[in-house]
T-cell receptor
């Protein structure tokens, strides 16, 4: 089946630094990928839709200058959290539509800002 | 605003019994529906997808869709302790994005 690889699985950063999360579709091409954030005991909230070769589409209330998304190829999208602060600590998950039009999720990244 | 609603639970079911999870959604033109299982600290994994009215069965799982009532459900037969997880209902409202419900926490009691 379709596989989406996400790295790193967890990261701890100091406040004020930037951190990059990678999302790769391993066995299919993904023109569209999605980035979600999930706080403890809450559901997944869509942050943005990443489109290959064009700018990402952000959901209302998501700061595009803080959460930089780059979708440079059909198999790779990256999310960079810039100038991270403790309130950005969360579980970040990417997703891609596979060839069967299902949605496959990466394994997630646990981000902790100290 | 397009919404997906689930009972947050927790829902407790004895081992071997049938677990019934329900989901309602707000938009009649919704196209596709998904059930995901999420273990604590892990990302969601797809259980079932369903696109047309009726039942769809896969092993111990059955998804039921009623578009007229804007209702989708998931039945788990012969529940096992390993089925204990949060079950997320997700709907594609026709814009390629998935909208998730808040999830139902299911506990299977041995």
């Amino acid at each position: 089946g379709a596989v989406v690889s996400q790295h790193p699985s967890w990261v701890i950063c100091k406040s004020g630094t930037s951190v990059k999360i990678e999302c790769r579709s391993l066995d299919f091409q993904a023109t569209t990928m999605f980035w979600y954030r999930q706080f403890p005991k809450q559901s997944l909230m869509l942050m943005a839709t990443s489109n290959e070769g064009s700018k990402a589409t952000y959901e209302q209330g998501v700061e595009k200058d803080k959460f930089l998304i780059n979708h440079a190829s059909l198999t790779l999208s990256t999310l960079t959290v810039t100038s991270a602060h403790p309130e950005d600590s969360s579980f970040y998950i990417c997703s891609a539509r596979d060839r069967n039009w299902g949605y496959t999720f990466g394994s997630g990244t646990r981000l902790t800002i100290v | 605003q397009k919404e997906v609603e689930q009972n947050s639970g927790p829902l407790s079911v004895p081992e071997g019994a049938i677990a019934s999870l329900n989901c309602t959604y707000s938009d009649r033109v919704s196209q596709s529906f998904f059930w995901y299982r999420q273990y604590s600290g892990k990302s969601p994994e797809l259980i079932m997808s369903i696109y047309s009215n009726g039942d769809k069965e896969d092993g111990r799982f059955t998804a039921q869709l009623n578009k007229a009532s804007q209702y989708v459900s998931l039945l788990i037969r012969d529940s096992q302790p390993s089925d204990s997880a949060t079950y997320l209902c997700a709907v594609n409202f026709g814009n390629e994005k998935l909208t998730f419900g808040t999830g139902t926490r299911l506990t299977i009691i041995p």
